[in-house]
C-alpha cells in the first residue's frame, strides 16, 4: 500500500460524521462487501451500499473517535454513535479504496440516567 491506512480511516469516519454519503461512497471499491454485525447484514453493490449508508446516516449518526489503531491491510477505528460504541475494521484494496469492511457493537452505550425527583415532605 502506498497511502496511509490510518489516514484513509479518519477521512471515513469525518465523511461519516458530517453526513457526507457521496464522499463516504467514493471511498469504497467498487466490488466492496460490508458484513455489518450492527444490523446482522452483509452488503454487496453499489446500490445497497447506498442505501444503507443512507439509513446509518439517518438512524445511527457516528459522534466522537474512540480508537484508531493499525490492522493488517488497513485500520481498525472505534467510534462512539448515540445507541453504540462501535468497532469497525477496514481493510484496503491496493488503490486505497475499502474493500472489506466489518462493523459491529463493542457495547451498547449506557441509558442516560433518570431524572432526579425531589419530594417535599409535609410535617
Known sequence: MNFDPMAAAVDWLDAYRAGDIEAIMEMYAEDAVV???CEGVV???R???RAYWAARL???RAADLDD???SPGGAMVTYITEKNIVKAALAFNDV???KTPNCGPLQQ???APPKSRLRHRQR
Open 35 to 37: 458484513f455489518c454485525d
Open 96 to 98: 486505497g479504496k475499502i
Open 58 to 60: 439517518q438512524e445511527y
Open 109 to 111: 452505550a449506557a441509558p
Open 47 to 49: 446500490e445497497g451500499l
Open 43 to 45: 452488503i454487496t453493490g
Open 68 to 70: 484508531l489503531q493499525p
